[in-house]
């Protein structure tokens, strides 16, 4: 908001939890005054779903986003997003679902043993996010969310990344930042949220355009890009739809909230949103 009052805009908060939204979109397109030109949705994961219907209705009305309702859901759900980039071709970690505990040790094997990475579909800022070092451990988790019907994923464990990964900030398919993230002593999340540490970084053209594609094939013009370092090449970990700004901005020094407004700028000059990023 303050990049783009900076740059001469008028810059006004649209609260997710006060609309409402009926099926033909008309009382909510009809109460916003002044009609924006864009809107910069920031839809936290317990409103995801709703996120979703509030999105596609600004779609429908043709007025440009920063996030898709196709990118948003896709990237929030954290196996749906590995399934759909693997399928087009990027490499990410070894990861699988299930929901029957006769499962569990097969299962196990199949992302390559002990130690792995145990997560919850949804989440954000490195919640909820477990490091399995032992078959007790392992039973008594994945036991607890199959007996509670609650989806969760597991995962390659990445050991030579050392806890650290990258950050890529893409904005109109450009890596506009990027800083590696290294996780604080005795933990191995490297998000700057659960106390890791950022330094800005030169990223090589393969995680440069990961990173891009990436974005492109989710519809996410803006998306923090997470990658790991492993000994086979890049691997994508995450796509956050709607990434904070003050660690990369920290980091690297470099104005991410002004590159996003002149993207913005460009989008709603070109009369639209660009589909391919």
Known sequence: MEAGQAAGH?????????QMIRVDNKRFLEGLHPRPDAVIPRIGVALS???QILIKALEQADIPVTTSSFGLMNSRDKFLA???????????PKTLTFANARNIDSAIRAVGGYPFILKKLKGTQGEAVYLINDVDLAHKKL???IRKRKPFLIQQYIKESKGSDLRCFVVGGKVVGAMKRTAANGDFRANIHAGGIGEAVKLSPEE???????TKLLKLPIAGVDILQSDTGPLLLEVNSSPGLQG???ATGKDIAGEIIRYIEKMVHEGGQDQNG
């Open 143 to 145: 036991g607890k969310y």
């Open 10 to 18: 008028h810059v006004y908060p649209l609260p997710t939890l006060d």
């Open 248 to 250: 990369i901005e920290k």
């Open 49 to 51: 779903g709703f996120g």
């Open 82 to 92: 590995g399934q759909f980039l693997a399928h087009h071709g990027i490499s990410v």
């Open 208 to 214: 440069r355009d990961m990173a891009i594609r990436a």
